[in-house]
């Protein structure tokens, strides 16, 4: 079973940045997909992210696409968010799982998230 640790969450200023880590506990198949996702107060988790950890190809959702970039360091199983341009509503506790999936239902367990706080 993979169990995943995320770091780097802060309290940051409107259009600030923050820079996201996920430490993934054992060696997974290149192939796998590794995802970002976020649960903002009283509204339900959702899709940020996604890169391919073969070949680097990313997705993106919609609200942080141009802002959000996904990365992955293969030799330390470990895949990073870097946020730029970030609003108020980027706020929440942000998340990362092994998986293709966009939709957070699909995901049998999560790790303890890292908490990003944008102030207006």
């Known amino acids: 079973q993979v169990q995943l640790v995320e770091s780097g969450g802060g309290l940051v200023q409107a259009g600030g940045s923050l820079t996201l880590s996920c430490a993934a506990s054992e060696r997974t198949f290149s192939s796998y997909v590794m995802s970002w996702f976020r649960q903002a107060p009283g509204k339900e988790r959702e899709f940020v992210a996604a890169i391919r950890r073969s070949t680097g190809v990313t997705a993106y959702a919609d609200s942080v696409k141009g802002r959000f970039t996904i990365s992955r360091d293969n030799a330390k199983n470990a895949v990073y968010l870097q946020m730029n341009s970030l609003k108020p509503e980027d706020t929440a506790v942000y998340y990362c799982?092994?998986?293709?999936?966009?939709?957070?239902?699909?995901?049998?367990?999560w790790g303890q998230g890292t908490q990003g706080t944008v102030s207006s």
């Open positions: 799982n092994t998986g293709s999936s966009r939709s957070p239902r699909d995901y049998a367990s």
